[in-house]
Each structure stands twice: as C-alpha cells, then as structure tokens.
Nanobody, 123 residues
Framework: QVHLVESGGGLVQPGGSLRLSCAAS????????MGWYRQAPGKERELVAT???????NYADSIQGRFTISRENAKNTVYLQMNSLKSEDTAVYYC?????????????????WGQGTQVTVSS
C-alpha cells in the first residue's frame, strides 16, 4: 500500500490563504503524477491541480492564478498554495498519487487517495 497523508486544511476568511501538504509513504513505488481534487457538499469530486514528476502542471479554470501546486520529488510530497480564497472554494480537498508500485514480483499501477482535509472559507 501507498499511504497519502494530507495536512493544512482549516477555516479561513475570504481573501485569505492556506497551504495544503500531502506526503506519500510506502514500499517500492514510483509516482508520476500527484494532484489535488476537491468535493463540495452535494457536488461531484473535481480536479483542482496536478503536477508531474517533471514539473508539468495543470489547473482547473476556477482556481487559475489563485492556487499554485508544487512538489518535492525526493520527499514524495505535493503542496497546494491557495491564495485569494473564496467561499466557493469550500470543500474537502483530496490528494491523489498515480504511478506504479512493485509487488507480486512485478510493477503494478498505482492510484492512491488521501483521506481528505476540510477547507472552509467563511467570514
């Protein structure tokens, strides 16, 4: 198993900032893409941002220019810096890691999710 542990969520006022972190741990794995998704009450989970091991990024239009995703490959850790937060950013934020892991004598696909961290933007 590859475990993802998120941190950094909380309550913030509109216009404020938060930084989410997600660290992956486990045995014999290689992560290509790490990303953040979010799910607001009554809505489907949606992409926020992704980053490859080479540093290529992809952002949802709704957060473009306000959020920045970054990554430390050596630590298998991904970050999401969220600035100019709006009430509509309120959601549970989930970390995702995709790549491969070695078990049963071969490499197998990896697609792991964290447990989620709540971000609430409210005055």
């Amino acid at each position: 198993q590859v475990h993802l542990v998120e941190s950094g969520g909380g309550l913030v006022q509109p216009g404020g900032s938060l930084r989410l972190s997600c660290a992956a741990s486990g045995r014999i794995f290689s992560i290509d893409t790490m990303g953040w998704y979010r799910q607001a009450p009554g809505k489907e989970r949606e992409l926020v941002a992704t980053i490859t091991s080479g540093g290529s990024t992809n952002y949802a239009d709704s957060i473009q220019g306000r959020f920045t995703i970054s990554r430390e490959n050596a630590k298998n850790t991904v970050y999401l810096q969220m600035n100019s937060l709006k009430s509509e950013d309120t959601a549970v934020y989930y970390c995702n890691a995709r790549g491969k892991r070695f078990y049963a004598l071969k490499w197998n696909p990896l697609d792991s999710w964290g447990q989620g961290t709540q971000v609430t933007v409210s005055s």
